[in-house]
């Protein structure tokens, strides 16, 4: 992707020293980054620092155009960013109740969705959102779902038994069944497309607010540590457990808007892919995983209730602000 | 490919207060006797009879409170402290 802004002092060091080419100096960007982590109010919305980790994650992914490949695992670029995890995940579990389970981990998975009642926004897109309102969500939705899946396939390596089994038979679906052309991020380039938006990866990294990135960054913290394993586990069922039934109501409220099938596409197939996705990763992944390795079990937990409370702060804001007529981005789309 | 698929013969999981879960390959036919053909590997039939994209199921279950067991009289889960709607309530 193309490097976007700076958002505040430690993305304007850090964009920088990567396009500065290989090795160069990095004392200034630790220093930096330790005041403002100590300076910021909520590390869960903090423009900068959430940038700034999404770009050094972004480095395990698809790169930044013009930076060296070798800075993924330039050890000073590294300590940097796990100082800022480090207080990333404090505020996670200062933010996020730990669940529990009284009987057993696939139970609690569903009774943690089924109480999550935080505002909808598909049930505003399916009433109430404009085109533009939709267009700005379909913006603030590339970072994530144009590289959909990829952040829960690293826990690929680190699961056995029927827990790795049940995770590749829903990243295979999610990843097109041997289709190129159903890979969901394609079907959703293709939506981009059909609301006029622009597909490429980064397009709008200026354009969506802090938590987007935050959003991003919690599936990458959860990825890439296998220490968190159980919580990209549970993080990837909760997700999948709150997606069917907002995908309809997305879908009917676009059609409603106007929206042609290939805009629609998207929002259909989930429906029916993710009601499958949900039995597979609550009951198969989730389920096993905990029997297998019950030390994880709250692990588990944990990630389904960061993703509710992350993702719910992230779409229910946006609903707050359409509710009050306002755009949801930092900068109006082109 | 289809010779090693066709080795493992169907199956189908029922999911407590869900759908039926179909592995492997078997030939689908709806009301008419028209062939339905699955967009997946692995597919979800209905069995609630809420779905709007039957003979799959499209999560509508959870809506209708669908069960095929009578509920637990206790709580699945419990939370640490904080109360879990502190995030939201900000
Ligand atoms: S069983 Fe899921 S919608 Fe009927």
Known sequence: MDVPSARGEVTEILIARLTAGERAPLDDLAATTTAALAASDDVLTDDDLQLALFLMYELHYGGLDGVADTWEWDPRLLAVRERIEREFEAALRRAVSQPRATRDVSEALFALVTDDDGPSLSAFVERDATAEQVREILACRTIYTLKEADPHSWAIPRLHGRAKSALVEIQADEYGGGRPERLHATIFAAALRGAGLDDRYGAYADHVPATVYTSMNLMSLFGLHRRLRGAIVGHLAAYEMTSSLPCRAYATGLRRLGFGDDVTDYFDEHVEADAVHEQLAARDLAGSLADDEPEIANDILFGAAACLAIDGRLWGGLRERFEVGESALRKPLP | ?90
């Open chain 2, 1 to 90: 490919m289809s010779a090693a698929s066709s080795a493992h013969p169907a199956s189908i999981t029922s999911c407590p207060d869900g759908p039926l879960i179909v592995r492997g390959e078997l030939a689908l036919f709806d009301d008419q006797g028209e062939a339905v053909m699955p967009n997946r590997r692995t597919f979800a039939l209905c069995r609630c009879g809420a779905s709007a994209i039957r003979p799959f199921c499209d999560g509508s279950h959870k809506l209708v409170g669908f069960r095929t067991t009578p509920p637990p009289r206790t709580a699945a889960v419990t939370f640490d402290e904080p109360a879990p709607s502190t995030l939201n309530a900000e």
